[in-house]
């Protein structure tokens, strides 16, 4: 095995990034401890790697920094009924993300996010399959691609997708709604068209994969620490501090992958990172989930269907409205309705779930070291496809704590950006 100088790594946070990057220390020999408020063995797990729609997505490049929504984003935050909400108490709150966001908006914000996200994107599931290899999957994963669906309304919009993902050389194959209906028969033919995305592949049970890969972690030597972390510092060259409620933990180097709670942190290192989060939801139709075989995203409704073992999920949407707001029932509402205009068949919904996607306003993670504090490496903001890119982001991440070469080009993933 090779030798590393790093003698030891504290991981903050348990979803899928930290227990990727904890895996890949790991292997390369360094002592690993995760930290996490709940453990992810157990039920009580829910955060936004447990309750995600379970799509390997390595074609989604393209985020909502782009110029044909400007007119569209005003008018969905003022309507009550439709994929994008806002928590009004929270406007104040969001402002510094906001203003980001209209800096980051436009045509070459929109191709230089596309670009970073494919380098990325493109590797994603690879670092899966040799992950894979490794964890028993059976029943969890199935790689059947994944349908969009689509109405005429918002075509300008869907040629400009289809434009640059070809631009990049992303395989998608356009359908018609006879081609998709034959694809998918139970579905409602209250679309137009819509593309595959054939080499695509999806979960039955995110949390499942989520936690062979943890218990693979721990086979391998990783330690797990359930508490509720307040603090973390450089204290010195050589030693990072993780303090909980009750300890203080010392380590040679420190990872921050607490998905949206992050910001706890970085703002307690005093970088000013905007990160705020895009809230999400699902709900599970029980025994429902034969009534398709792939996942199907409505884009004109902003929600998708995936074929899950707890039933079939209907989950998405994106609201405003932080960390500590509670559950909006008009959100749950939305979905339940969105659901059954595409399968009319279904019944009584539940398990209703809120999660937190961490999103940054130029739509790319924050991976690398702390502007001010080399030894804590960064890894958040995977905002709507941490799912994806847990595996690679394990990678990636542990080659920087190691201090590896790579071929990639990091710099656009750095906090510098917003400092
Ligand atoms: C509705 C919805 C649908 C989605 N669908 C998809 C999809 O289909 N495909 C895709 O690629 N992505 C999807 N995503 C995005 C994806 O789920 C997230 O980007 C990803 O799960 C984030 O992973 P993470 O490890 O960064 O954070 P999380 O999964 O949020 O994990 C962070 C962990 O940190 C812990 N933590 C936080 N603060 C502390 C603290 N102070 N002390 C101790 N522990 C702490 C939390 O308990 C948590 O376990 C979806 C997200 C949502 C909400």
Excluded at 71 to 80: E, H, R
Excluded at 99 to 109: A, I, P, V
Excluded at 116 to 142: G, P, V
Excluded at 230 to 236: G, I, P, T, Y
Aim: aromatic letters at 10%.
């Amino acid at each position: 095995m090779e030798k590393y100088k790093c003698k030891s790594v504290g991981i903050i946070g348990s979803g899928i990034q930290g227990v990727c990057i904890g895996l890949q220390l790991i292997k390369k020999g360094i002592p690993v401890t995760i930290f996490d408020r709940q453990d992810p063995l157990s039920n009580k797990f829910q955060p936004a790697s447990y309750g995600n729609a379970g799509h390997f997505s390595p074609y989604a490049v393209l985020q909502f920094n782009r110029p044909d929504i400007l007119y569209d984003v005003p008018k969905m935050l003022f309507s009550s009924y439709g994929p994008l909400a806002l928590k009004w108490d929270y406007i104040p709150k969001m402002f510094p993300w906001f203003y980001n966001y209209l800096k980051n908006f436009g045509n070459t914000s929109m191709l230089h996010t596309a670009k970073y996200m494919h380098q990325i994107l493109s590797l994603s599931n690879d670092a899966y399959e040799e992950i894979f290899k490794e964890i028993d999957t059976s029943d969890l994963i199935e790689k059947k691609g994944i349908i969009y669906v689509w109405t005429k309304k918002n075509l300008k919009s869907r040629k400009l997708e289809i434009k640059v993902r070809d631009d990049l050389g992303i395989e998608q194959k356009l359908l018609t709604q006879k081609e998709i209906l034959k694809l998918e028969p139970n579905l409602s033919p209250v679309f137009d068209g819509g593309v595959i995305y054939e080499k695509a592949m999806h979960t039955r049970d995110p949390h499942g994969i989520l936690k062979e890969i943890f218990k693979l972690f721990l086979s391998k030597g990783g330690k797990f620490i359930q508490e509720n972390i307040v603090n973390l510092h450089q204290k010195n060259e050589k030693q990072t501090v993780i303090k909980s409620e009750t300890s203080e933990y010392i380590f040679e180097k420190s990872v921050l992958s607490s998905g949206a709670f992050s910001k706890h942190f970085t703002d307690q290192l005093g970088e000013k990172i905007p990160l705020d989060t895009e809230r999400g939801y699902h709900v599970h139709f029980k025994k429902q989930d034969k009534l398709i075989s792939r996942p199907v995203i409505f884009l004109d409704r902003g929600f998708g269907m995936t074929p899950m073992n707890q039933g079939l999920r209907a989950v998405g949407t994106v609201e405003f409205g932080g960390l500590k707001n509670p559950t909006s029932k008009k959100r749950i509402e939305y979905l339940v309705n969105c659901a059954k205009e595409l399968l009319p068949q279904l019944n009584k919904h539940d398990d209703e779930w809120l999660g937190f996607r961490p999103t940054l306003p130029d739509f790319l993670p924050v991976l690398g070291p702390s502007l001010k504090n080399k030894n804590i490496i960064y890894a958040f903001g995977h905002h709507h496809l941490g799912w994806t890119l847990g595996a690679i982001t394990g990678k990636i991440v542990s080659g920087i704590v190691v201090e590896e070469k790579t071929n990639l080009d990091l710099s656009p993933y750095s906090s510098k950006r917003f400092n």
